[in-house]
């Protein structure tokens, strides 16, 4: 599978788009929570941000890695094409950036100056966050599945809204 490098080589010879071999993608950490990426000895990027291009089209496809200014260095067509030690590093931050909590139940919800205080129970306990301007943080899914992200990136998501509790549902209602 090829790979598309987006930012230009520090060779003579760049064109738009050169093909890239996923297996000649190093990725790994250093220091031990920091995910870099080096292309054979000419490329080196201090700071990955991996991103799924499509991740409700295409689950599990097209990755995109991404410099420490978010703009886009590759995108890998199929991450399972990578070095089996390169795919363990970028799923490893795949799993730690997409981090999802399932809320089950909604405690308490209030809207306070275009902020909206949460008080909820997830699948990983109850938890307290923030999410501000609703319009732009609360992304249906599908007609049943909503999802809120916070004020720090967290992704809370509501699987199916309708099978909620009434209280839940009720504390739902009167902030969205």
């Known amino acids: 599978m090829s790979l598309l490098m987006t930012e230009k080589p520090k060779t003579e010879t760049w064109s738009p788009t050169p093909l890239l071999d996923p297996k000649s993608l190093n990725l790994f950490f250093s220091p031990k929570d920091r995910l870099r990426l080096t292309v054979g000895a000419e490329y080196s990027y201090p700071t990955v941000k991996p991103a799924w291009a499509s991740p409700l ?24 094409d990578l070095h089996p030690a390169a795919r363990d590093a970028v799923m490893e931050e795949v799993a730690r950036r997409y981090l999802t909590s399932i809320i089950v139940r909604v ?5 306070e100056f275009g902020a909206t205080y949460w008080h909820v129970e997830t699948d990983r306990g109850f938890r307290d966050f923030v999410t501000q301007s609703l319009q732009e943080n609360a992304q249906w899914l599908s007609p049943k599945h909503l999802m809120l992200i916070d004020v720090d990136g967290n992704r809370f998501e509501l699987v199916d809204v309708t099978a909620l509790d009434d209280g839940s549902r009720k504390h739902l209602t009167a902030i969205l």
């Open 107 to 111: 405690l308490d919800a209030r809207s």
């Open 57 to 80: 089209n295409y689950p599990g496809r097209y990755l995109s890695l991404l410099n420490g200014k978010g703009e886009e260095i590759v995108l890998i067509a199929d991450p399972h």
